[in-house]
Structures are given as C-alpha cells and as structure tokens.
C-alpha cells in the first residue's frame, strides 16, 4: 500500500468514523488495490444496518473521495 495514499484513506475513515459510532458501528480498513479500490468492513451495528450500503456510497465512498480522489470505488467486504 502507498503509504501517501493509505494516510488519506485513514483520515477519510477517522472523519466519518465518529458518526458510525455513534450509532454503535465502525469500520476498518482492510486494504488499497491498485491505488483505486479501498476495501473496508463495517463492523459492529453498521453489519445488520439496512441502511449500510446507503452510509457506504454517500457517506464513506464520498469523504474517501474527497481526501484521495484518486480511489475509483469503495467495496464492503463482508466478515
């Protein structure tokens, strides 16, 4: 993993972490291929959510987005 890129990956997750918390969840990440493609996995509350695919695309996906513009997608990796 390029180290650059993993630091804005963890500050994107460091920003939306405390929300998913709040709501009894988090998320870790797991690893960067290619430089485009972050996988992650909720964990805790955010597993059974019916709304975690919603809190991955446009929460998630889009402040990954925003710190590293370079990550093309934001795949969920199930336990």
Known sequence: METTLQ?????ALEEIRPFLQSDGGDILLLSIDNGTIVKVQLQGACVGCSV???TLKSGV????K????????????EA
């Open 7 to 11: 630091h804005k990956v963890e500050a």
């Open 52 to 54: 975690n695919q919603m």
């Open 61 to 64: 996906e889009m402040t990954i």
């Open 66 to 77: 925003k710190h590293a513009p370079e990550i093309q997608q934001v795949i969920n990796v």
